[in-house]
């Protein structure tokens, strides 16, 4: 092989390697190749033609040399990381500030930002998702005349401590070597250094213990006129993520206990504690709705306004049940009408329901692995129903243990307003287990519990629960049908309901 040839083969080979943003010992990317000949020295022409991948026997024998030691450093450095474990964390990027959303009162300046999987990776040197660990960045600003405690309990009930959630991240050589199974016996040679492996890694994970505790959030008081700021080591939700912020007024003691032992009048009440809300997008699954133009499904010229007088009999008039895609076969009850606005839905439930993934090969796999392990798959997509002439505009699910225990909700947004509010009308079941059909092309289908009215009426005692219920009641749906005479759905289990649908009115924010 001529040097010409090599030269270009080496070209090739280093300018399709993707570089690694933050990495101080990667090479160059191909958008900055024309740095790199201009660090190694080459001339204006030698530069132009490398730039062409077109090298000239001029510059031949000094780029080719570059573009050796670098590759054997590259070598080197995969080698180097082979036998020692690196932790470079990057304690100074800040990107996910970008995103960061602002609430404010007048006690209280709350910033929050869900960190993305590469996001999380740089500023922790790690992937903590693996772990099931998502870090969610806080800054408080005190502006009240009070200490300000943060319960860390309201934004997951599951957090992880900072020095905890570094322990399950912690390098270990016997996992490393697990994850491979019999394929482990390839590295035994690699045991030779197993001392410096064992060594690196014992001072890697010392850093990580003082990385994360030093950008943890501490559980302290934020004294008055101060700001705090850190990460909350929460589970990992995707799609949208509720970030509810509960910030308690610290009082004396000796005030505390005598507000128990002597009534207090109304002006010598404890303050209440300033509660932010955020709803915060999270990339990671394809849901359903984000191929959904709700403005072209409700031009804003066909909304048809609805008064307190005459919202029963409108909602009554909806339909009474969903149906197959040709609408000739009626399905499930339309048991549900939530009235809210988009955003303030996918607020209202994303604290407790999950969305679904659209239908796909990928998501399908997923399906199949949760049904055959008796796993979970927060986010398995749901089979389409129809309304008003579409499959679902949204579905969500509230899930168990297992894909095969689970609550559908499904939605539609109507032409109908009130109080200048999106009307949407809904069906919502319990699947309690799995059966054989021949209605479904991979021959089975989900089992829903026959009692359709618990898994409504579920729903609002849900919301109540969230504090995000402005009113509620019944309005006349599918009607009336006994256990001992069922209708059925369209796989063909049997279901019976008192005939009514479930209205929920939505607060925009969380009530007490």
Same mark, same amino acid.
């Given at each position: 092989?001529?040097?010409?040839?090599?030269?270009?083969?080496?070209?090739?080979?280093?300018?399709?390697?993707?570089?690694?943003?933050?990495?101080?010992?990667?090479? &160059?990317?191909?958008?900055?190749?024309?740095?790199?000949?201009?660090?190694?020295?080459?001339?204006?022409?030698? =530069?132009?033609?490398?730039?062409?991948?077109? &090298?000239?026997?001029?510059?031949?024998?000094?780029?080719?040399?570059?573009?050796?030691?670098?590759?054997?450093?590259?070598?080197?450095?995969?080698?180097?990381?082979?036998?020692?474990?690196?932790?470079?964390?990057?304690?100074?990027?800040?990107?996910?500030?970008?995103?960061?959303?602002?609430?404010?009162?007048?006690?209280?300046?709350?910033?929050?930002?869900?960190?993305? $999987?590469?996001?999380?990776?740089?500023?922790?040197?790690?992937?903590?998702?693996?772990?099931?660990?998502?870090?969610?960045?806080?800054?408080?600003?005190?502006?009240?005349?009070?200490?300000?405690?943060?319960?860390?309990?309201?934004?997951? &009930?599951?957090?992880?401590?900072?020095?905890?959630?570094?322990?399950?991240?912690?390098?270990?050589?016997?996992?490393?070597?697990?994850?491979?199974?019999?394929?482990?016996?390839?590295?035994? &040679?690699?045991?030779?250094?197993?001392?410096?492996?064992?060594?690196?890694?014992?001072?890697?994970?010392?850093?990580?213990?003082?990385?994360?505790?030093?950008?943890?959030?501490?559980?302290?008081?934020?004294?008055?006129?101060?700001?705090?700021?850190?990460?909350?080591?929460?589970?990992?939700?995707?799609?949208?993520?509720?970030?509810?912020?509960?910030?308690?007024?610290?009082?004396?003691?000796?005030?505390?206990?005598?507000?128990?032992?002597?009534?207090?009048?109304?002006?010598?009440?404890?303050?209440?504690?300033?509660?932010?809300?955020?709803?915060?997008?999270?990339?990671?699954?394809?849901?359903?709705?984000?191929?959904?133009?709700?403005?072209?499904?409700?031009?804003?010229?066909?909304?048809?306004?609805?008064?307190?007088?005459?919202?029963?009999?409108?909602?009554?008039?909806?339909?009474?049940?969903?149906?197959?895609?040709?609408?000739?076969?009626?399905?499930?009850?339309?048991?549900?009408?939530?009235?809210?606005?988009?955003?303030?839905?996918?607020?209202?439930?994303?604290?407790?329901?999950?969305?679904?993934?659209?239908?796909?090969?990928?998501?399908?796999?997923?399906?199949?692995?949760?049904?055959?392990?008796?796993?979970?798959?927060?986010?398995?997509?749901?089979?389409?129903?129809?309304?008003?002439?579409?499959?679902?505009?949204?579905?969500?699910?509230?899930?168990?243990?297992?894909?095969?225990?689970?609550?559908?909700?499904?939605?539609?947004?109507?032409?109908?307003?009130?109080?200048?509010?999106?009307?949407?009308?809904?069906?919502?079941?319990?699947?309690?287990?799995?059966?054989?059909?021949?209605?479904?092309?991979?021959?089975?289908?989900?089992?829903?519990?026959?009692?359709?009215?618990?898994? =409504?009426?579920?729903?609002?005692?849900?919301?109540?629960?969230?504090?995000?219920?402005?009113?509620?009641?019944?309005?006349?749906?599918?009607?009336?049908? =006994?256990?001992?005479? $069922?209708?059925?759905?369209?796989?063909?289990? $049997?279901?019976?309901?008192?005939?009514?649908?479930?209205?929920?009115?939505?607060?925009?924010?969380?009530?007490?």
């Amino acid at each position: 092989m001529t040097r010409s040839r090599r030269l270009s083969r080496l070209l090739a080979t280093w300018s399709t390697e993707p570089s690694q943003a933050g990495n101080s010992r990667s090479g &160059p990317g191909s958008d900055s190749r024309a740095a790199f000949f201009r660090g190694v020295g080459a001339t204006a022409h030698v =530069r132009q033609t490398l730039l062409n991948n077109q &090298p000239d026997s001029l510059a031949e024998s000094r780029i080719t040399s570059a573009l050796n030691a670098m590759l054997l450093r590259r070598l080197w450095d995969r080698l180097w990381d082979l036998v020692t474990t690196p932790y470079t964390p990057d304690s100074g990027f800040t990107g996910f500030l970008d995103r960061a959303v602002t609430q404010e009162d007048a006690r209280a300046r709350v910033t929050v930002a869900v960190l993305t $999987p590469a996001e999380t990776r740089r500023v922790f040197g790690i992937n903590v998702g693996r772990r099931g660990i998502q870090p969610v960045f806080l800054r408080i600003e005190n502006r009240s005349t009070q200490a300000l405690r943060l319960q860390a309990v309201t934004i997951d &009930p599951r957090y992880f401590t900072p020095l905890e959630a570094a322990a399950v991240n912690h390098f270990s050589i016997t996992r490393r070597l697990s994850a491979f199974g019999a394929l482990g016996w390839l590295f035994f &040679p690699l045991l030779l250094f197993a001392p410096l492996k064992l060594f690196t890694a014992w001072l890697a994970n010392h850093r990580m213990d003082t990385a994360f505790r030093q950008r943890g959030f501490r559980l302290v008081p934020v004294p008055p006129g101060t700001t705090a700021e850190g990460f909350v080591f929460t589970t990992v939700d995707l799609g949208t993520k509720v970030v509810h912020v509960r910030l308690v007024p610290l009082e004396p003691l000796q005030a505390s206990i005598a507000r128990l032992v002597m009534p207090a009048s109304a002006g010598d009440q404890a303050d209440a504690p300033v509660d932010l809300v955020f709803t915060v997008p999270v990339p990671g699954i394809a849901a359903d709705y984000l191929d959904r133009d709700f403005s072209a499904l409700r031009p804003s010229h066909e909304v048809e306004p609805c008064t307190a007088d005459d919202l029963v009999a409108r909602l009554e008039a909806m339909p009474a049940a969903t149906t197959n895609a040709a609408g000739t076969r009626t399905g499930d009850p339309a048991n549900l009408v939530v009235i809210g606005e988009f955003e303030t839905l996918l607020g209202a439930f994303a604290a407790r329901w999950d969305e679904s993934e659209t239908i796909s090969l990928a998501t399908c796999w997923k399906t199949v692995k949760a049904f055959l392990l008796g796993s979970n798959y927060r986010y398995s997509p749901v089979s389409p129903l129809h309304l008003f002439g579409r499959d679902q505009d949204i579905a969500l699910q509230r899930t168990r243990g297992s894909i095969n225990e689970r609550i559908h909700l499904r939605l539609w947004l109507t032409p109908l307003a009130f109080e200048a509010k999106p009307v949407w009308v809904g069906q919502i079941s319990r699947d309690i287990g799995v059966r054989f059909t021949t209605r479904a092309w991979n021959l089975t289908t989900h089992r829903i519990d026959p009692d359709v009215d618990e898994s =409504r009426d579920y729903c609002i005692e849900d919301l109540s629960a969230a504090g995000r219920v402005r009113a509620a009641g019944y309005v006349g749906g599918v009607g009336a049908c =006994r256990a001992d005479a $069922p209708r059925h759905n369209l796989t063909g289990d $049997p279901y019976f309901t008192d005939g009514k649908r479930a209205v929920i009115l939505l607060a925009p924010t969380r009530t007490e």
